[in-house]
């Protein structure tokens, strides 16, 4: 189980985020300020690489942008798969990668899917978050991320393959959606 260090990250994501989100083909411009609204973390089974699933809205969307941290860069990545880097107050420099292009993350959102990770919250430590449905399905699966996410009806849950989570929605309501779903 990871830990979390209630400490300070500078850059702060939310900075890291406004810079890199514009250069996203997804991305809706012209919303403003980001703002957390949501999201949750896995656990990396090796321990190396943090993995987190977080949700920034903006006046026009809300956004899914899964994000691996490590403590080295990622050899091997496609252009724009960097995020950026910041300083970390208790582990030091730590590069913060897009998940949906880091081998660790897309494993771990394929185990999410097939009902053998569980979601943690965002922000305590050995905490599972139990707003996170998962819909498990059998066999190798790869996931494919809802990067703008839509509300789904109250009360609706996942179908089979999918991962439904709340979030709060740019108007300030609480919302759920779902998040990925396997291919």
């Not at 300083?87 to 959102?109: I, K, N, S």
Request: glycine residues 14%; charged residues 20%.
């Amino acid at each position: 189980m990871a830990t979390i260090h209630h400490t300070t990250v500078r850059p702060g994501k939310l900075e890291l985020l406004a810079e890199w989100l514009p250069g996203q083909d997804w991305f809706r411009p012209g919303g403003g300020e980001l703002t957390r609204a949501g999201g949750f973390r896995l656990d990396d089974p090796a321990g190396e690489v943090g993995i987190e699933l977080m949700v920034v809205a903006d006046d026009r969307a809300a956004y899914l942008v899964p994000m691996a941290y490590r403590g080295e860069p990622l050899d091997g990545v496609p252009e724009g798969a960097l995020i950026g880097t910041a300083e970390h107050g208790v582990l030091g420099t730590r590069w913060f990668y897009d998940g949906a292009q880091d081998p660790v993350v897309r494993a771990q959102l394929a185990e999410l899917l097939a009902g053998r990770a569980v979601p943690q919250m965002q922000s305590e430590s050995d905490t599972p978050d139990r707003d996170v449905q998962v819909a498990a399905v059998d066999g190798p699966v790869a996931a494919v991320l809802r990067r703008v996410l839509e509300p789904i009806g109250a009360g609706a849950g996942p179908a089979p393959g999918e991962v439904v989570a709340g979030y709060t929605a740019p108007d300030g309501s609480s919302v759920r959606a779902v998040f990925l779903t396997a291919s």
